[in-house]
């Protein structure tokens, strides 16, 4: 049997994974599966001063999660605004404050 794609049933989706993509970025990556990409950075650390004017040991972890409006099958207009969106942000967000 053929798949609507052309694949082989047996036959997996080609993979692709590179490091280091964003030039301005202190560590990124893509993973690549079919048509489907992931694209992951980290900027930092950066020193940050408390709301005394002292160097603190605690960081800020920002996480923004987006996904392109058309790789739903809701196709949203506003990506930024999307609540699944930033619960899944959120989550990420714990997952790696405990670091």
Do not use: C, W
Request: no cysteine.
């Amino acid at each position: 049997l053929i798949r609507a794609n052309g694949r082989k049933l047996q036959d997996i989706r080609a993979i692709d994974i590179s490091m280091n993509p964003i030039k301005y970025a202190d560590g990124s990556a893509t993973f690549k599966i079919g048509n489907t990409s992931v694209v992951a950075y980290v900027q930092g650390p950066h020193e940050i001063l408390s709301k005394k004017g002292k160097y603190t040991d605690k960081g800020i972890l920002n996480v923004k999660f987006f996904m392109t409006n058309f790789s739903t099958p809701q196709h949203k207009t506003n990506v930024k605004k999307n609540i699944r969106m930033t619960e899944f942000g959120n989550l990420l967000k714990s997952v790696f404050e405990g670091v």
